[in-house]
């Protein structure tokens, strides 16, 4: 059993940034697959950036260049860097763990307005 707990939200203005964390609970994190995914009001969830165990990532062509996924085994915590934000980033964040079972938090609302 994994639970995640997303935090770091918050208004930013257009051009700022932000840092979302994910700390996950229970045992074997540093063998899960994380991801990020976000879902704006009356649209789908979509991924934004994942990580593999290994340490590979892979990003949504919309926040490649500006956003950067990250993990520290030990804190067992993945992170999500978020630069350069635009309005259209605003969204509820959610964070994921994949092994044998797929989990996911409950979100954080980014909201990037002037």
């Known amino acids: 059993q994994v639970q995640l707990v997303e935090s770091g939200g918050g208004l930013v203005q257009p051009g700022g940034s932000l840092r979302l964390s994910c700390a996950a609970s229970g045992s074997l994190f540093r063998l899960h697959d994380m991801g990020w995914y976000r879902q704006a009001p009356g649209k789908q969830r979509n991924l934004v950036a994942a990580?593999?165990?290994?340490?590979?990532?892979n990003y949504a062509d919309s926040v490649k260049g500006r956003f950067t996924i990250s993990r520290d085994n030990a804190k067992k915590t993945v992170y999500l860097q978020m630069n350069s934000l635009k309005p259209e980033d605003t969204a509820v964040y959610y964070c994921n763990a994949r092994l044998d079972t797929l989990y996911w938090g409950r979100g954080t609302q980014v909201t990037v307005s002037s």
């Open positions: 990580i593999t165990s290994g340490g590979s990532t």
